[in-house]
């Protein structure tokens, strides 16, 4: 059984930084796309940001200019660099990894507030 394994959530102050990170062990993670997505209390999940796997990146408009999705195929890792974070971005994370099969992770919560 896969699990992806997610780390970095936590309390920031609104306009603060953290960065997610998630290890895929166990998987052909080259060939997988990769992406984050988060669920706030009472929302739907939704997609935040993607890496395919050839680098390419997408980003709800919500986000753009202010989140960052990387990969590292070495590490088997995924990385959501988070910047000038708002309240609206509270939520919990979670780490997809999508090829011949899907793998979720465990969430990671984010929580901005001052």
């Known amino acids: 059984q896969v699990q992806l394994v997610e780390s970095g959530g936590g309390l920031v102050q609104p306009g603060g930084s953290l960065r997610l990170s998630c290890t895929a062990p166990g998987i052909m993670f080259t060939y997988y796309n990769m992406a984050w997505y988060r669920q706030a209390p009472g929302n739907q999940r939704e997609l935040v940001a993607s890496?395919?796997?050839?680098?390419?990146?997408n980003y709800t408009d919500a986000v753009k200019g202010r989140f960052s999705i990387s990969r590292d195929n070495a590490r088997n890792t995924v990385y959501l660099l988070m910047n000038s974070l708002k309240p609206e971005d509270t939520a919990v994370y979670y780490c997809?990894?999508?090829?011949?099969?899907?793998?979720w992770g465990q969430g990671t919560q984010v929580t901005v507030s001052a």
């Open positions: 997809y990894a999508g090829h011949r099969y899907t793998y």
């Open positions: 890496i395919n796997r050839y680098g390419t990146t």
